[in-house]
């Protein structure tokens, strides 16, 4: 038993170094692809940097959902496959020990990046949603002057055009404006002054432009008819109501809620509805994503160590493809629960469901020492499962 205890551990820490060094690096890849969200948010408010750093945090949780489990993959495969190429697997199964025996450190390994993914998709990933929400809100209105650019027609609010010719951040003056206000139904209202002011009340999360000596032209396109106004000083309303706010009152969305708020919604909701399914299709998919670290990891056990004269990079392009194999039958999941085509529980689940079987028949395979490549592996399984549906039928 003690010996066993010892191999356990040894390939246990086998599998810790690739795994962190994998977390780091795809972190990088996901932060680096919404680095170039972010600055349009720094091209068109000019946030600083801290703010900038406090919204890729917000994001993080929402990359390692995925993050962890691909790399929790990838630790297996390249663990199994270093042990294979130095011939320590050849010498441990020469001392009597099966393939079954690496489950166990592989199980717990994986238990480990369960827990930490269904923490990210339970609770962080939500929290983070909403505040990086919240950071948007407070960057947009307390840098609403700054988000007015010369000679650029602004749509940051819903059904109003903004072009201002000439900008005095300092002085918040503004030269040459035009606006269009789509927000009346049948009605299009456009206004044209020479100079104006901007003006933002946090309290009631309103910005007000204060416009001198314009012109304001009304057409109905329901009545046709237009009207001219000349005015000396005409106060212009840009309501924050349709963007986020950071009160922690405001009614959330579906992928901010934390799992106890999205049940507790899903028990309250009277009707089965559009709104109710995706509600559903959430809650499933939280709950079974961090099982996805159970059926990669197994499934990377007799993949690594039967490609013992592979180099590591295969075993990552290995990882990755099982990975998009993963996501793929997800996404599929996803828009067939969407569509109402199967029930959400279904389409969540499927994923781990192939993959777990897939796992059990690899293992079954290499405990039986009988070669298994890659392809004719998910060949070969597939098959047997379509025989068997149609034996069931």
Not at 124 to 143: D, E, I, M, Y
Not at 326 to 342: F, I, M, V
Not at 346 to 370: C, H, T
Request: charged fraction near 20%.
């Amino acid at each position: 038993m003690r010996f066993f205890g010892l191999i356990n551990r040894y390939v246990f820490w086998e599998m810790v170094p690739v795994f962190i060094l994998s977390l780091l690096l795809f972190t990088l890849v996901f932060l680096m692809a919404k680095i170039l969200d972010i600055t349009d948010l720094i091209v068109q408010y000019g946030i600083d940097a801290q703010a900038m750093i406090l919204m890729l945090a917000c994001w993080i949780p929402s990359f390692l959902i995925f993050v962890i489990p691909m790399s929790v993959m990838i630790a297996v495969v390249l663990a199994f496959l270093r042990l294979s190429n130095d011939n320590e697997i050849l010498a441990m199964k020469t001392a009597g020990v099966g393939i079954y025996t690496f489950i166990p450190p592989v199980f717990v390994f994986c238990l480990l990046g369960f827990a930490a993914t269904a923490f990210m998709t339970l609770h962080a990933s939500p929290w983070g949603r909403h505040a990086f929400k919240g950071l948007v809100f407070q960057t947009a209105t307390s840098n609403i002057h700054a988000g007015i650019k010369e000679r650029t027609f602004n749509d940051s609010f819903k059904d109003v055009m903004l072009y201002v010719n000439q900008v005095d951040e300092r002085r918040r003056k503004l030269k040459d404006i035009f606006l269009e206000d789509r927000r009346t139904e049948g009605m299009i209202t456009t206004v044209v002054a020479p100079r104006g002011e901007v003006f933002f009340a946090a309290e009631q999360l309103v910005s007000r432009l204060r416009l001198y000596d314009g012109i304001i032209n009304q057409l109905d396109e329901s009545k046709e008819t237009a009207h001219f106004v000349r005015f000396d000083t005409y106060d212009f309303r840009l309501d924050f109501g349709s963007m986020v706010s950071p009160k922690a009152d405001r009614e959330k969305d579906i992928k901010e809620m934390t799992f106890l708020e999205l049940s507790h919604r899903l028990d309250k909701s009277s009707e089965k509805n559009e709104e109710y399914y995706a509600g559903l299709i959430q809650y499933h998919k939280r709950l079974s994503i961090p099982f996805a670290c159970f059926v990669l990891g197994l499934v990377a056990i007799p993949l690594g160590i039967q490609s013992k004269s592979a180099k590591r990079s295969f075993g990552v392009v290995i990882g990755l493809f099982f990975f998009l194999v993963y996501y793929a039958l997800l996404s599929l999941g996803l828009a067939l629960g969407e569509t109402g085509q199967c029930p959400p529980v279904i389409g969540m689940w499927i994923p781990n469901a192939v993959l777990g079987l897939l796992a059990a028949y690899l293992l079954f395979v290499r405990s039986r020492e009988q070669p298994v490549t890659l392809l004719s592996a998910s060949l070969a399984f597939f098959q047997r499962l379509r025989s068997a549906g149609r034996a069931w039928k």
